[in-house]
């Protein structure tokens, strides 16, 4: 997984539109802005729905503080859209269908469950500063209290 002070991987990926009219966002063109970038398993799942509600109910804060916040997984921008429209969600979702992103991000590992072993996305955070270092991570991230403590962190970089 990447660490702090490490320069964050650049990626162009297809993104929600939420209003902006573009479908695709390239991280590096966010500078000097600070990022939240997190990484989910999959759409429309318990925690993953409670952490873009969380990260939701704080944009205005986070926009406060200078910070845009993004949710990568690799489901469809099709399946991110719906998501996106059921739930109300006001953060940009990314899909990283190849999981090249999340290789590169060291997010992309094995699991099990029940006996049986198989790759997906280990739930993580990285709030990358305005010139694109990794300022904080947030391994096996705990959902619960996650975005205020990552809103929290992202004050402190303004």
């Known amino acids: 997984m ?15 539109d939420n209003g902006s009219g573009e479908s695709a966002l390239t991280l590096s063109a ?13 759409d429309d799942t318990p925690g993953c729905t409670t952490e873009a509600l969380d990260f939701t109910r704080l944009a205005g804060e986070f926009a406060a ?3 845009v916040v993004i949710g990568i997984s690799k489901d469809t921008p099709a399946k991110h859209e719906k998501f996106c429209a ?27 469950m029940y006996g049986r ?6 739930r993580a955070t990285f709030l990358i500063d305005g010139v ?24 402190a970089l303004a």
């Open 117 to 122: 072993t198989y790759m997906g996305i280990e």
């Open 30 to 42: 966010l500078r000097p802005q600070p990022v939240v970038l997190y990484f989910y398993p999959k």
């Open 2 to 16: 990447r660490a702090i002070g490490e320069t964050a991987p650049d990626f162009t990926l297809p993104r929600t």
């Open 132 to 155: 694109g270092t990794i300022a904080r991570v947030w391994p096996k991230v705990k959902v619960k209290g996650h975005a205020e403590e990552v809103l929290e962190a992202a004050r």
């Open 86 to 112: 059921k739930h109300g969600l006001g953060v940009i979702l990314v899909s990283d269908e190849a999981s090249d992103t999340c290789e590169r991000y060291g997010t992309w590992v094995e699991k099990s």
């Open 65 to 67: 503080a200078g910070a």
